[in-house]
C-alpha cells in the first residue's frame, strides 16, 4: 500500500487514466487544465525550451468540456488534444514524458477549474505513489502560460534544497505590452497586477505571518502535502486561494522567487472573478480604472496586530477592556463577546507568545481578513483606486517613486517581491 493510497482511494474523482508506469527517477510533474485552448503549444513549446531538471518529470494536460458543453466546444477541444499528438510526434526528444487526458462530460454538474486541476493533480499522486515518492513535486500551471528557461530547475532546486518544504507560490509576471491583445487589455493587466501585489504587500505591513499571492498557475506542492491537505477542492473559480489556506497551515510555504510563470492578460468569462473575468470588466469601461481596498483598513489591522504580544502578556479579565481599544473598523466586524471568548479559549491553550500568535492567526485567517475587508468597506472605507493605495503603502514603507503611473509603481512592487 503506497503513501497516498488510502486518499486515491476515497478522494480522488476519477479511476486511474494514464496506464504507462512513471519512470523510477520522476520528481516532478506539471499539471495543465484545459478547455478550448487553440493555443495550447505556445506553452509546450517554452516548457520545452526549459533547462532540463535533474530529476525525471512529467506534463500531464487535462482537456475538459464542462457538462453541457456545445459542439464548438467539445471539436476545440478534440482539435486542442490533435495538437498535442502532433506536438507530441515532432519532440519525441523533449526531456519531459507528455500525457493529455481527455475528460468529456464529467458527472459532476458544477464543474469548473478546480476539479479540472483536481483531476490533474490526483493523476500526478498516483504516479508518485506507484514509484513511491512522496517528496514528489506537483507544479500547477495554465494552458495561456509561459515559463522562463530555468522553471523545472528552480522548482527542483528549492524543493531538493531543503525537504522539509511543503508547498510555494511561484513568482509571475504578465506580460504588459504586444500585439496579441488590444492596449486597454495590456493597460487593465498593469492595475489588475498592481491590485495583487499591493494586497500581498499590504497584507505584509500588517504583520499577517502569512502574506502570500494565490496565482492557480504558479503554485507547488510535494505529493504527501497535498495528501495531508486532502487534495485540491472542487471550486469552480477561486479554488487556488482555498488550496493554498489549506497548505499555509501546515507550514513549511515559501515564496519561490528564482524562476518566473508568464500567465495571460486574456479576457475571460469562464469564472465570475479572477484575472479573465476582471480584465474582461476593465476591457469594457473604457476609463479602466482598478479600484481596491483602502490602505486605512490594513493600517487597523496592523494596530490589532501589533498588540499581540500584549494580548498575551495581560490577564484573562482585561480581555474586554482590549475589545474598546481596537480600532473602529474591527469593533465593528467583530463581536465583543466573539472577541472575548476567542481570547480567553487562545490564552488558556497556549503556554508562550509563539504559540499565543500562532493559535491567534488559525483563528484570524486570511478568510477572516477577506470577510473583514469586504465588512469594513461596506461603510467606514472606500474602496479607491489602486495607484493611490499603492502609492500610499510605498510612502508608508519609505518608498518614494520617481513616477507614480500603474506601470510604474507595478515595476517598484515585482521588485519587492522579487526580494521576498
Known amino acids: 500500500m503506497g503513501f497516498a493510497s488510502a486518499y486515491t482511494g476515497k478522494g480522488a474523482i476519477f ?8 519512470d523510477r527517477g520522476t520528481g516532478l510533474i506539471v499539471v495543465v487544465p484545459a478547455c478550448q485552448e487553440p493555443g495550447i503549444t505556445i506553452m509546450l513549446d517554452s516548457l520545452s525550451e526549459c533547462i532540463e531538471p535533474v530529476s525525471g518529470s512529467e506534463v500531464i494536460i487535462v482537456i475538459n468540456s464542462p457538462p453541457g458543453s456545445g459542439a464548438e466546444t467539445r471539436d476545440n477541444n478534440r482539435k486542442t488534444l490533435n495538437d498535442i499528438e502532433s506536438w507530441k510526434n515532432r519532440h519525441k526528444d523533449v526531456f519531459f514524458r507528455l500525457f493529455a487526458l481527455l475528460v468529456e462530460d464529467p458527472p459532476f454538474r458544477k464543474w469548473g477549474v478546480g476539479l479540472a486541476r483536481k483531476t490533474g493533480m490526483d493523476e500526478a499522486l498516483r504516479r508518485f505513489d506507484a514509484i513511491d515518492n512522496p517528496e514528489g513535486i506537483i507544479v500547477n500551471l495554465d494552458a495561456d502560460c509561459r515559463v522562463d528557461k530555468s522553471y523545472f530547475r528552480a522548482i527542483e532546486n528549492a524543493f531538493t534544497a531543503d525537504k522539509k518544504l511543503n508547498a510555494c507560490s511561484i513568482y509571475f509576471e504578465h506580460p504588459l505590452s504586444g500585439d496579441e491583445y488590444p492596449e486597454l487589455v495590456y493597460r487593465s493587466i498593469i492595475q489588475y497586477e498592481l491590485y495583487l501585489r499591493y ?45 493554498i489556506q489549506k497548505l499555509i497551515p501546515m507550514g513549511a510555504y515559501f515564496n519561490l522567487t528564482t524562476t518566473r510563470v508568464i500567465p495571460s492578460p486574456r479576457p ?48 484573562i479579565r482585561d480581555a474586554a477592556s482590549y475589545y474598546a481599544l481596537l ?5 465593528q466586524f467583530i463581536p465583543e463577546m466573539e472577541w472575548t471568548g476567542k481570547l480567553i479559549e487562545i490564552k488558556m ?19 477572516q481578513v477577506v470577510k473583514y475587508m469586504n465588512n469594513v468597506h461596506r461603510g467606514l472605507f472606500r474602496n479607491a483606486p489602486v495607484e493611490k493605495c499603492s502609492a500610499d503603502l510605498l510612502h508608508e514603507l519609505g518608498i518614494v517613486p520617481e513616477s507614480y503611473s500603474a506601470e510604474r509603481l507595478l515595476a517598484i512592487y515585482r521588485e519587492l517581491d522579487r526580494k521576498g
Open 268 to 315: 475571460s468569462s469562464r469564472v465570475p472573478f479572477g484575472t479573465g473575468a476582471s480584465i474582461t470588466r476593465m476591457s469594457s469601461d473604457k476609463a479602466s480604472v482598478y479600484e481596491t481596498y483602502s490602505l486605512e483598513a490594513f493600517k487597523q489591522l496592523r494596530l490589532m496586530f501589533l498588540e499581540l504580544d500584549n494580548l498575551y502578556s495581560a490577564n
Open 15 to 22: 479511476p486511474q487514466f494514464i496506464s504507462e508506469t512513471p
Open 199 to 243: 494586497f500581498v504587500r499590504a497584507l505584509a505591513f500588517t504583520g499577517f505571518p502569512s502574506p502570500f499571492h494565490t496565482v492557480g498557475s504558479a503554485i507547488a506542492v510535494r505529493a504527501l502535502a497535498y495528501v495531508r491537505a486532502g487534495g485540491m477542492n472542487r471550486r469552480q473559480a477561486g479554488e487556488d486561494f482555498y488550496f
Open 327 to 331: 480600532p473602529q473598523g474591527l469593533r
Open 349 to 367: 491553550n497556549t503556554g508562550d507568545p509563539r504559540t499565543f500568535k500562532k493559535r491567534f492567526f488559525e483563528w484570524f485567517n486570511m478568510f
